[in-house]
């Protein structure tokens, strides 16, 4: 924080100050009351900001985690109360959602703020409502009477529009919100906030953005190599107390050395281990399973590797608790706990411990008795106890909420933490830990990237409560500091747009504004907007091409005649040449390849080419159907080897010049056995005539197709007959007529490329119609009665729905079963691997979940035909699990048959629940809008009735 308000005696303002303050006061009596209720100075971005919003304009503030950047969308809030409107404050996910609704209701009350995140709806006309920001995207679809007198919206966290799954709903919201509406965005530091500033401004009017690089808490970059504690930079002090690292900050020498020696060790290793053991570094990888011990190696020193509870251990010793520890798998978080608790670590007091246990059982109290085995309470509080934490998706949202709170409270110590959390959730550390730098993205394991690496180190440094933030990464096995200094010193990790248009957001523009306004409004996307910017770099390079080309066809100009023309000429007896030359190769191959396949085994060859050139004898044809490069057949030469040739040995057709017999027991692979057929080889062939050679190649003319020849003859006869052909300086002239023709080729490849960015969003929106269109959900400007169903389903495989609807695939189901085929469309295997035959139910929901699968395959294949790929394929494996729970089975008999975690089970619930809702409303007046929300009351039992606001 900047320091408190007060003033001592001596550091009394002068009159003019006091003047110029009360002029201030004057030009923004909002900011001027709203600063009051906080005891420290604002700092200039801040302040900058919240007068640009009380002047009615939008905002665009991009600055670093913890930097305070909230206080300006909680002036937008103060200033909508002021004026007697409405504001909205959205976030992407709805722990972040509850905490600012915790944090708003403390400041304005309970009457003043209102929550909706799907499943939770709690004074959703209040004149504050915290929301994520689908709630906000549906409400605009729907024309919801919420929006009326709405005035201010905050973005929090608006860069997770670049989230290549839920990010196009951020656009979605910025273009469809009233014009009258104040719009702040806040955002991470991104290289291209003005970029991103710079289209708001299109899409909102005007719109301010202030960018913030500094941080409020200077960040330190360490390394821990065995139980040392090292500096990333040799010298960052200067660097850090601004807030970061400038690119190419030399990096520790000590790291470097230290590097050099592991690798050196590793060589050593490598050369001195058996065989089978080489490039293994022993012990469990990372030396997280137990203390892997190194060892001196020659001239290279090997890196102890602590386990996790050491690391604890030396964090404590060196105060640099509490720490947030990022590890990328949640049973990895899950096992660190174990760790350290079997490690005997206990980082509490006895007066801690007892307030963390009243707080754990009080806030746990409505959970069910009989299920607290099965979510693992009791394990949860003993590591509370001792002020050891995870926190991961896989959680029960219940005990993130707590473990969010008893570490802001500053009991929890240390929390395991997935990369989510560093998502928004205020939960700053004096540390953060970096176990590894690389994680799962969803399709294989990915080095972390610069931006990622500022996102998470950037909760270090409390604001207020440290005097400095520590950024630390573990030691691992090859790791390279100057790979590392790259990352935590880049400053270059752009914005980029995910946006694309989906088929609920078709019908629903479609139905508000028309096939053609909604085309206009999509391409104000900030996908379009970029592709547009790019275009506009190969607009300006294309028209330097038509100008650099105007200059050669200038230089190539001849006194006796249209040099272009007659270039031109010479040009295409060149490329009918090429292509009957390549034609003559083309048909040289097949002819070798079928000379190949009538061999048979003891054929004497004549190989042409290649080093084995010369007499061999055939063992094996090596020719199949199935083979698409062609025969390769197995041969002994006579000089003893024997080897398996490739179609390039054979420019030229073969034939057999004599045979050999073959012994049936011949093996190749015996020495003995190849020096006697060599040596039968030889004698076969000492006395042979080798057959002639046959030409691999031809002068020009010589073996041309009839069409190619007289193609060829004719433009010769053009040539010569050209005024230019007996110009002096034809050949000065030709080269610059061949330096037009290279640059046009080059010409013609730019405009294809701006051809392919012109009208993106657009293009792709007309191809979503016209899959729509075929399919009678849209008949020119005008929503079916289908396509308004479809308008209610927001899934991620929204038409799927929608046409399971339509066909009756759910309507004879029970209300179980129901919940299991609509699971399908809901559970997603975290992993490609994870799909070991789950179990289904029998009966009618396995037909329908049979009959889901055939439609989604005919849906994929329309996709295709529109150059379309947004549909996944449904997946049944939580379809027994939702259906036995709508049957009312215990929590424990289904979590302990299956792999899924308490917390994986409460969420993949809840989205089967928001499904469920939309079916009913879409069901319209049919029994299955019934069996929906029989569907509905059957699983929202037990502890997914509990998770209420904590998920």
Not at 129 to 140: A, F, G, K, S
Not at 463 to 488: S, T
Not at 740 to 751: E, G, S
Not at 860 to 889: C, K, N, Q
Request: hydrophobic share 40%; aromatic share 6%.
């Amino acid at each position: 924080m900047s320091g408190p308000r007060d003033l001592s005696p001596d550091q009394e303002p002068s009159p003019a100050e006091r003047y110029a303050a009360s002029r201030a006061r004057q030009a923004h009596p909002a900011f001027a009351g709203f600063a009051d209720l906080y005891d420290f100075a604002l700092d200039d971005f801040q302040v900058r900001a919240c007068k640009e919003i009380e002047e009615g304009r939008g905002v665009l503030v991009a600055a670093p985690t913890g930097s305070g950047k909230t206080i300006v969308g909680e002036f937008a809030i103060h200033l909508a109360l002021e004026t007697g409107r409405k504001a909205f404050y959205t976030t992407p996910i709805k722990a972040l959602s509850n905490q600012k609704y915790a944090d708003l209701v403390d400041r304005y009350g309970a009457d003043q703020v209102g929550l909706l995140t799907g499943d939770n709806s709690v004074n959703g006309e209040a004149p504050i409502v915290v929301m994520t920001t689908e709630v906000l995207r549906n409400m605009l679809y729907a024309g919801s009477r919420t929006l009326l007198g709405l005035g201010f919206v905050v973005m929090d966290e608006v860069h997770y529009l670049a989230d290549r799954a839920r990010g196009a709903v951020w656009e979605e919201v910025i273009i469809h919100l009233p014009e009258s509406v104040t719009l702040v965005s806040l955002s991470a530091t991104v290289s291209n906030a003005e970029e991103f500033g710079e289209w708001l401004a299109t899409v909102r009017g005007e719109t301010t953005t202030l960018v913030e690089e500094r941080r409020p808490v200077p960040l330190y970059q360490h390394v821990m190599v065995g139980r040392r504690l090292l500096d990333l930079f040799a010298s960052s002090d200067v660097d850090a107390a601004a807030g970061f690292v400038k690119e190419g900050a030399p990096v520790n020498d000590e790291l470097i050395k230290i590097a050099r020696d592991d690798w050196a060790a590793t060589r050593i290793k490598d050369r001195r281990s058996p065989k089978g053991q080489r490039g293994q570094r022993g012990g469990q990888r990372g030396g997280h399973q137990g203390v892997q011990r190194g060892k001196q190696v020659g001239n290279g020193r090997r890196v102890w590797i602590p386990g996790r509870a050491e690391v604890i251990e030396r964090l404590d010793h060196e105060k640099l608790l509490p720490a947030i520890v990022f590890i990328f798998s949640r049973a990895a978080c899950d096992a660190a706990v174990t760790q350290c608790l079997n490690a005997g670590i206990r980082l509490t007091s006895a007066a801690e411990r007892d307030e963390i246990h009243g707080f754990v059982e009080s806030a746990c109290r409505d959970l069910p008795a009989e299920d607290l085995h099965v979510l693992g309470y009791h394990s949860f509080l003993d590591g509370l106890t001792r002020g050891l934490a995870a926190h991961h998706a896989g959680m029960l949202p219940a005990f993130k909420q707590v473990v969010e709170e008893l570490y802001l409270r500053g009991l929890c110590k240390v929390v395991f933490a997935t990369e989510t959390l560093a998502l928004g959730i205020n939960m700053p550390a004096r540390t953060v830990v970096i176990e590894k730098l690389s994680k799962w993205n969803g399709e294989t394991h990915a080095d972390i990237t610069p931006g990622e690496y500022t996102q998470l180190t950037g909760r270090a440094g409390r604001r207020g409560l440290d005097v400095e933030g520590h950024g630390v990464v573990l030691w691992q096995p090859g790791m390279n500091p100057r790979e590392l200094a790259g990352l935590a010193s880049t400053r270059t990790y752009p914005l980029r747009s995910s946006f694309r248009p989906s088929y609920n957001m078709a019908v629903n523009l479609v139905h508000q504004f028309g096939r053609a306004r909604s085309r206009e409004l999509l391409e104000q996307s900030f996908a379009q907007f970029q592709a547009d910017k790019a275009v506009v770099g190969l607009a300006r390079q294309l028209a330097k091409s038509d100008d650099a080309l105007a200059g050669y066809a200038e230089a190539a100009t001849c006194h006796l005649g249209d040099f272009m023309e007659y270039a031109g000429i010479r040009r295409r007896i060149g490329e009918v040449e090429k292509s009957a030359s390549r034609a003559r190769r083309t048909d040289r191959r097949d002819e070798a390849a079928a000379s190949l396949r009538s061999l048979k085994p003891g054929d004497v060859i004549m190989v042409p080419a290649g080093k084995f050139s010369g007499y061999a004898v055939v063992v094996d044809p090596g020719w199949s159907p199935a083979d698409e490069g062609g025969p390769r057949p197995y041969v002994v030469t006579a000089e003893r080897q024997a080897r398996r040739l490739a179609m390039m040995d054979f420019p030229t057709p073969v034939e057999a010049v004599t045979r050999l017999k073959i012994p049936k027991s011949y093996n190749g692979r015996n020495p003995q056995m190849r020096r006697d057929l060599a040596s039968a080889l030889r004698d076969r062939t000492h006395n042979l005539t080798p057959p002639p050679a046959r030409a691999g190649g031809a002068a020009s003319g010589v073996g041309l197709s009839d069409e190619a020849a007289a193609e060829i003859a004719t433009l010769r006869e053009q040539q010569r007959s050209h005024p230019c052909h007996g110009c002096s300086e034809r050949e000065d002239h030709a080269r610059w007529a061949e330096r037009y023709f290279k640059l046009d080729r080059d010409a013609a490849t730019l405009r294809r490329r701006i051809e392919q960015r012109t009208n993106t969003v657009a293009r792709q929106f007309d191809r979503v119609c016209d899959v729509l269109t075929s399919l009678d959900y849209l008949d020119g400007d005008e929503v079916t009665e289908r396509g308004r169903r479809l308008m209610r389903l927001y899934s991620d495989v929204d038409l799927l729905a929608a046409e399971a609807l339509r066909h009756g695939l759910w309507d004879d189901l029970s209300p179980a079963g129901l919940a299991a085929a609509l699971s399908s469309l809901v559970y997603e295997a975290r992993r490609a691997d994870d799909v070991r035959a789950p179990r289904v139910p029998g009966g009618g929901v396995k037909q329908a979940l049979d009959q889901t699968q055939r439609l989604w395959a005919d849906l994929d294949t329309l996709e295709r035909e529109h150059r379309l790929d947004f549909l996944r394929p449904p997946d049944v494996g939580m379809s027994w699990i939702a259906y036995r729970w709508a049957e009312g089975d215990d929590l424990d008999d289904l979590i302990g048959e299956s792999d899924m975690s308490a917390g994986d089970f409460v969420r993949r619930m809840k989205q089967l629940l928001d499904l469920a809702g939309q079916v009913a409303d879409a069901a319209g007046d049919t029994p299955l809008r019934g069996t929906a929300r029989d569907a509905v009351r059957a699983m929202r039992r037990g502890v997914v009735a509990y998770s209420g606001l904590a998920e």
